[in-house]
């Protein structure tokens, strides 16, 4: 289970929008930029308020490290995979349809990696309504707990745009 501790900045109806400051783990994460996490921004985003906590708790939010992980290979490998298997067979067929097999494989490269932006949109639907790939909100804390620069930071920055839950 991957936890976070952040800060609840709006509550409307059955969800809260939380900010969290970057961790630890985002400093040195390649990817941070993608996240929206670079340099020392901090994320919002809306979870369902099973907690009932108000605007200014501190929350824990948390997410299951497999879903996390299935959808990121997902996400990351699956379209690579296409792209590669695609100019292969691009590759193949071009002896049979008497083209370059240049043009064939970036032909077929091309077609393969729309074809696996269609499956991801299909397996993001598919998922939207699981609650095991969105963030939960897990237990709400007090701030004496939080004497940390992370904590500080999280009561000085001013809010963000939220990000969806997935």
Known sequence: MIKEIGIVETVAG?????????????ATCESR????IDNDKEM????????????????E?????????????LVYLFPV???IF??????????????????????????ALGISFGVLRRVERSVRNKPDYHPRMTRVTQPKTHASPQAARLT??????PT???
Request: aromatic share 4%.
């Open 156 to 161: 000085s920055s001013p809010p963000a745009a």
């Open 81 to 83: 995979l296409a792209l």
């Open 14 to 26: 059955d969800k809260a929008v939380v900010r969290i400051p970057q961790g630890s783990s985002c």
């Open 61 to 73: 939010i948390s997410m299951p490290a497999p879903s996390l992980f299935k959808m990121g290979m």
């Open 44 to 59: 919002l985003i809306e979870v369902k308020n099973e907690l009932h906590a108000k605007a200014g708790d501190y929350v």
């Open 33 to 36: 930029a993608a996240c929206g």
């Open 164 to 166: 969806s839950g997935l």
């Open 86 to 111: 695609g100019a292969g067979a691009g590759d193949l067929g071009a002896g049979y349809l008497e083209i370059d097999s240049n043009l064939a494989s970036i032909i077929g490269g091309i077609v």
